[in-house]
Nanobody, 123 residues
């Protein structure tokens, strides 16, 4: 299967910045979309930003102009640059990736999640 490992979360004052990283590993054949989701206490998980293998991006309205998603296809890694953070951005951030991986006899589809990383923004 494919594993995702996230890093970069932490505690930051409002107006500050953080950069999240997510590296995929395993017998990866190809990765289509990679994205970041977040879940705040008492709320449903929501999409933050998505990027396709071709570089097309999609952002939640609440983060447009403040967050930037980029990916390094050679490293199977996706980054989320978060600027002008507000307390409303406080949540656990999860990385997601979907694509195909190699098995002994063929290829299979995967859709994997990272373990989550906490982002806390204080006033």
């Amino acid at each position: 299967q494919v594993q995702l490992v996230e890093s970069g979360g932490g505690l930051v004052q409002a107006g500050g910045s953080l950069r999240l990283s997510c590296a995929a590993s395993g017998s990866i054949v190809s990765i289509n979309a990679m994205g970041w989701y977040r879940q705040a206490p008492g709320k449903q998980r929501e999409l933050v930003a998505l990027i396709t293998s071709g570089g097309s991006t999609n952002y939640a309205d609440s983060v447009k102009g403040r967050f930037t998603i980029v990916r390094d296809n050679a490293k199977n890694t996706v980054y989320l640059q978060m600027d002008s953070l507000t307390p409303e951005d406080t949540a656990v951030y999860y990385c997601n990736a979907a694509g195909r991986y190699r098995t002994y006899f063929s290829q299979e589809v995967f859709n994997s999640w990272g373990q989550g990383t906490q982002v806390t923004v204080f006033p």
